[in-house]
């Protein structure tokens, strides 16, 4: 009981904020389970034309060719979603300079969206205007689509009363595959680094044909594919360690 009313409580809105139950239209007609699409690492992204505090976007028009960062937060008007929707766009400038695209979403309309913008930029980017578009996913369509609610909120997304989303986040490239998932309560805020050391190793790996290992930053040695031969490898990279047969390291000097 406890664990539930504090999860509660990290999507609760302040006093005289407009966070409750509003009806919605519900274009998505089904929100069984088995019409659910099944996402994994490699899927394409599904596609959905929607409203943002930016204006209406086709997803897929949107990311173009283009790297995305699509993360859901739970509610508007809320202490942790406004600490990280702030820090993602104090961070902007370094997703620009890796062609990274951020958007983010939750099931509240485009008028709370902007209204609560008012407050990330006085208290969480010092003033700087805020960076990136927020989606009004108010028929909880896109949170079905990409799994974004609770065991709990999945069996009432149907039902006229506010669905928090949990903190998912997902990383797509310029093909529009989904190339990182990762999910995490609404108690439990994100950390903009980790998304952006991951999109730092997945650049990486598809342009130089590594993997990175555990803990891995930028400058650090990565690891060679066993599948690359010795002779390859020496040719490929120059230098390299060879700790056991299978597990190689080298430096890229970036």
Known sequence: MLTRQFLRSAIRAPAGAQLRAKPIGIRFLSFKQEDQPRIRIGSTAPNFQVDTTEGKIDF??????????????????????????????????????????LIGLSTEDVDSHKGWIKDIEEVATNGQKFG??????????????????????????DKQKMIGTVRSVFVIDPAKKVRLIMAYPASTGRN??????????????DNKGIATPIDWTVGQDV???????????KAKFGEFKTLKSYLRTTNLGN
């Open 60 to 101: 897929h028009e949107y990311i173009g060719n283009d790297w995305l960062v699509l993360f859901s937060h739970p509610a508007d008007y809320t202490p942790v979603c406004t600490t990280e929707l702030g820090a993602f766009s104090k961070m902007k400038g370094e997703f620009d300079k890796r062609g990274v695209k």
């Open 192 to 205: 903009t680094a980790e998304v952006l050391r991951v999109v730092d190793a997945l650049q990486l790996a």
């Open 223 to 233: 690891i060679i594919p066993p599948t690359v031969s010795n002779e390859d490898a």
């Open 132 to 157: 990136f578009p927020i989606i009004a996913d108010s028929t909880r369509e896109i949170a079905f689509k990409y799994d974004m609610v609770t065991e709990e909120d999945f069996h009432n997304l």
